[in-house]
């Protein structure tokens, strides 16, 4: 409430008076001064500045009141969202998910296939989901319901070759979730620190800051697709102890994010070698792991098992070694983000430790439980000779090689860009290429107070209304500038705005 | 791997030798003295020992192993876990909810009706949320999508009759993590603390553990029906500050949580004004607001605008308040909490504080998108005259009224029981009453290290296989006992379980 006119000259009403004087604080319990200083220090660029402005942009569009901006669409190539842009739900999924949710579909088995095509699999499925959820809306263990962790055990074995227990397997609202658990549970203080790639997906860093615990960065080969260094880990593990850092664990990203990599068996072997001489947890994203175009994938679980039984274990080392596997439903062909759907296998943990990994999940009681079914579907899909087994495998493949003929097609386009430089697309769903700017550019970055990569991206979407990630956004060398940006929109006129754009852009500022 | 046999006596295996003898560390990264101590402070009882047991029985009977048991069946009156137990969905919300989730299905509405009895305005809402959402396997924006907020904001203005903002209104994975939200951010370090009620749930205590900063217990008026005591707030919140504690915020939840009070307006009042003078943020945790059986549920945002324009604003003391009230589709006669969805309504929140919220949730990216969509079924429910509406009220009334029939059953069961008395059921979905147990009774539960609410629960258990919660673990006053047990099993013969039980537990211990 304020008050206008000339106060002291006339007197005042006395509950005015009382406002003015009153002893009553004025202040919020609450400022910017006074909250979580870890929480102000957190950074999350994926949906920070950038990403709202193009928010901003988009609905001034769809209010019809864009006529003045450049552009008539918005790309959010910025969030590795596949079903906000091109990608379909895969059918096979969403029939079983529709009964899960609405169980009284099946009491007319008929009408579902004679007038929606539901296959006999997805009913039978269905059940065998209510069978061990009960409901969807019920409350599950807080690890996640046990058929469905039985399930995930049974794809990690048919992946690797190697056998995995349910009960080390704990579903989770996304890897993002389990990411966070296992990071809570590992740092102990303000000492303790974790390896994380640079370059890297913002949730480490941002939940390191917020549990004010030391991010430990180590560089990626960018010359050697982004491959891991394992000397120049030591090197800055041995750098952290130094400073007294008591390094915990060591993240791995494979397929990369932002870098579209995807790593050779040699490399995750040496990370483990590393992990196992200097007493490290392994946690491996591999989150991308069917997003990839090059080779085949390799999971550390499989890498783990190969190495326990060779003669590089003559010693015993691999034994005990730590390893905590993320996968998602939100990645891959599945792309179900929206369902916040995930699990992570822990190998080699301490029961102690699982314990109180138990209790740290059960105070968020359990993970949203149509996402637990669809973990479920993801890593038990129909198979060959079942009804639903051609239409899914037709899907499949065809959001599969779409996203691979985009990557290289964008791959293409930054070929022909000037200052641009990009590795070739191996996996996941970016590219994360190099830029060189021109000092003139990098001078005009400095007048507005940005850094160089911000102001490109910021001129760019200003410009174009496609939406891309700055490279500060995930870390990069001193002295270099990166973009990450998805390859999921649909179309290539999205591209060539790019292109325009950075034609002119360097052009400008020559 | 274990090595059996007289090491030493005879020669090994040079590499049995090495791994005896090797200088690689033998021991784990991470054990319990190691990790978190945080994590490991936090106490969690809902889903603690006795909930762990009480699933292995369950577990023992499902196999057909608990021949030996005195119990056929385990009752599960530990967690407010509806659809677990006899809650059914509610057939409008799952309808939807299957159309959301397999859009095809809407290809044949005709179908839909005919085999399936879907409802026009089925059909219609689900497309609605559909424009909104594009895809429940899309992302949303991280404080949830825009028309469900739009909906939220309109049904607090229809319940309270003052207007409410979706910009403030922030949708969350259950009210359990807009809790974890709020208070992350503001707990600023070790010296933060915040008044919560005793007994609580026990989400406040863990999540306060876990965040390293102080609960500052103010107990609640057991023979007043478990009100709010201003008095005793003030004094908790004096000797608090005296002791350096900076006190952020009050928790108040209403209806009661384990208590089954529901406040009066004057209790409301009181503490918001409260709060307003000792600068407080006040965290209403409304979650059972439609589970109400005395009364009529009041929210603490009518109050604080009510306030607002009263006389006792004068000094515009309540101006300045900060207000974060929660919702979840999690109780009440929606009971969808395996969708993990809620809300919370942020008020006089400072905008840069409210940033530093969004740049926190936006770290886990968003709420899962169907529990978003049952969100705005629940706040939005068919209107009368609508086609759905017949059906929705016939529902909603029922569960409404078996979850008051069972409050009153169990009520009158406690009565009856020897040394137990019991405040009668007002609202939420839980009784707690006091026990007092004989000298031999403790002195039983000391010799098992056990305290002697826990020692009762437990026998509780082994004998019928009901499960219950001890008052030790949502807290109670120094010398009282006391144990939580919701009304949501179906039938009685469970009650009859636990009150033939209590005899012979009085009798054995007399």
């Known amino acids: 409430m304020s008050f206008s006119g000339p106060v002291g000259s006339l007197p005042l009403p006395s509950f005015v008076q009382n406002r003015l004087f009153s002893s009553t604080p004025r202040t919020k319990a609450l400022s910017i001064d006074n909250i979580n200083p870890h929480v102000k220090e957190a950074k999350y660029a994926v949906r920070g500045e950038l990403a709202i402005k193009s928010e901003q942009y988009r609905a001034q569009l769809a ?18 969202n596949p079903q906000q842009l091109d990608q379909k739900p895969i059918t096979f999924f969403r029939q079983v998910a529709s009964l899960v949710e609405n169980p009284q579909l099946l009491e007319n088995e008929d009408a579902l296939e004679k007038s929606f095509g539901y296959k006999s699999d997805v009913i039978e499925r269905a059940k065998k989901l209510l069978k061990d959820v009960k409901s969807v809306g019920a409350y599950s263990q807080s690890q996640g319901a046990p058929g469905i962790r039985k399930s995930v055990a049974d794809f990690i074995e048919r992946r690797d070759g190697y056998p995995a227990d349910p009960e080390s397997i704990y579903l989770c609202a996304g890897a993002s979730a389990g990411v966070n658990s296992l990071m809570n549970v590992m740092c102990a203080d303000k000492q303790s620190g974790v390896l994380v790639p640079i370059p890297q997906y913002p949730l480490y860093t941002a939940t390191l800051s917020l549990l004010n615990a030391h991010c430990v960065p180590y560089y990626l080969k960018e010359e050697d697709q ?62 991308y792991q069917t997003n990839v175009f090059e080779g085949e994938f390799r999971s550390f679980k499989k890498s783990l098992r190969e190495l326990q039984k060779s003669d590089k274990n003559k010693d015993g080392k691999f034994d005990h070694i730590e390893l905590a596997s993320l996968h998602s439903i939100s990645k891959g062909m599945v792309g179900e983000c929206g369902h916040r759907g995930g699990y992570y296998e822990m190998v ?97 970055a400095k007048k507005e107070g940005k850094n160089p990569d911000d102001f490109y991206c910021l001129r760019l979407l200003d410009a174009t209304g496609v939406c891309i990630v700055p490279g500060s956004g995930f870390g990069q060398k001193e002295g270099t500038l990166h973009f990450r940006t998805t390859f999921l929109a649909p179309g290539t006129d999205w591209v060539s705005r790019i292109t325009d754009f950075h034609k002119e852009f360097m052009d400008k500022y020559r």
């Not at 982004?226 to 090197?235: I, L």
């Not at 038990?380 to 000779?385: A, C, Q, S, T, V």
């Open 226 to 287: 982004w491959s891991t260094d394992v000397e120049g880990m030591r090197t800055a593990l041995k750098d952290a102890q130094k400073k007294g850092i008591n390094v915990r664990a060591v993240v791995v990203i494979n397929p990369g994010n932002p870098t579209g990599g995807s790593l050779a068996a040699e490399n995750i072997e040496s990370v483990l070698e590393l992990a196992a001489e200097e007493n490290l947890v392994v946690l491996a994203d591999e989150v």
């Open 63 to 80: 209010k019809g009141e864009g006529k003045d901006l450049p552009f008539d669409s918005v790309i959010s190539a910025n969030i590795g």
């Open 348 to 444: 080699g943990f301490d029961p102690e430790v699982v314990a109180q990994i138990y209790k740290f999940v059960s105070i968020m009681l359990c993970p949203p439980v149509v996402g637990q079914c669809i973990v479920e579907l993801m890593v038990n899909p129909p198979k060959e000779g079942e009804p639903s087994y051609e239409l899914y495998r037709e899907e499949y493949d065809t959001i599969f090689h779409n996203l691979k003929k985009r990557a290289h097609a964008l791959y293409d386009a930054f070929k022909e860009m000037e200052g641009v430089e990009c590795q070739y697309p191996q996996g996941s769903m970016y590219l994360y290429p190099t830029i060189q700017l021109s000092p003139n550019a990098i001078e005009a």
